[in-house]
């Protein structure tokens, strides 16, 4: 069984072809079938049930399929391990991070970390911090920016806290608060409040800041994008409650402190079953360094 042979059948379970799969590893598709052939001879069963129409995995292949990620994943990370051990910073670096991440300047620092480190690949993905925490875990990113309540903490990663900040509340120029310096929750309570999914991290700050004072909102638009989130703001349709550093970078919107607002707390999160290299190097721009 070869590295090869794996590589060749994630890409046609990815993409439900030989064709394609062929064009993506960049060898004629004969070669590619005959590998595949070669390997379920070799397994003693078919891993793809092949018709005039479509390619799909049987239930071994199915069951092949992880195992080779995990072996492919493997092997990337011992050559990025030996190219360390001489100095070299290479592999992939997987970043999740929230879309109102403010504490760091990522651009800024991924592209020192390229600066430093070209021959290491970067994949940046945006998401909901629960779920970059569970990413994390898994092993499907390596950091993860978040953003949670102060009364929450990342579990099952290892966490360094970035920054606090308390948020505001985010309006229209034509709303009836946008003249306004300072509101309480109280007030806002009345509004109609445009903000993220319910029992999303970003969302939890505020529900949870409500539900402590013994108040209740109304949630009349969910959105999973925190721009479009300022774009149904600006339109009227509601207000928010959002970090001031993020809010800094929109334009078209009136900001007011909140006495009794909610704070926030970022943190930059990465596995504690240890870094591969490429995001130890990463983590260490930060001031952070990994055993």
């Known amino acids: 069984m070869e590295l090869q042979q794996m590589r060749y059948v994630i890409a046609v379970a990815e993409t439900n072809s030989f064709t394609r799969a062929a064009q993506r590893c960049l060898v004629v598709q004969s070669a590619l ?3 595949i052939a070669r390997l379920e001879k070799e397994l003693g069963t078919r891993l793809f049930e092949r018709t005039s129409r479509r390619v799909r995995l049987t239930p071994a292949g199915a069951a092949f399929l992880p195992a080779a990620r995990q072996c ?3 092997a990337d990370r011992a050559a990025a391990e030996v190219a360390a051990a001489v100095g070299e910073v290479r592999g992939r670096l997987t970043v999740g991070l929230i879309p109102t991440v403010a504490a760091v300047d990522v651009p ?4 020192e970390f390229h600066r430093r480190h070209p021959k290491a ?3 940046l993905g945006v998401g909901a911090s629960d779920e970059l925490v569970e990413q994390v875990r898994q092993g499907g990113a390596d950091v993860a920016f978040l953003g949670i309540p102060v009364t929450a903490r990342p579990r099952g990663v290892m966490a360094r806290e970035l920054a606090r900040e308390r948020l505001v509340a985010v309006v229209s120029p034509g709303h009836p608060l946008a003249g306004e310096t300072s509101v309480d929750l109280r007030r806002l309570a009345s509004e109609e409040f445009v903000d993220l999914p319910a029992k999303t991290a970003g969302r939890a700050q505020s529900d949870l800041a409500f539900a402590a004072a013994g108040l209740t909102r109304e949630v009349v638009f969910e959105v999973t994008n925190a721009d479009y989130l300022a774009r149904l703001i600006g339109a009227g349709l509601g207000v928010a409650l959002l970090p001031p550093s993020y809010v800094a970078s929109l334009t078209g919107l009136v900001t007011i402190e909140v006495a009794d607002a909610p704070v926030r707390a970022e943190y930059v999160v990465w596995s504690r079953e240890g870094c591969p290299p490429a995001a130890a190097a990463f983590l260490e721009l930060l001031g952070i360094t990994v055993e």
């Open 33 to 35: 079938s005959h590998q």
């Open 72 to 74: 492919l994943d493997a």
């Open 108 to 111: 800024a620092v991924l592209g």
């Open 121 to 123: 690949r970067v994949s």
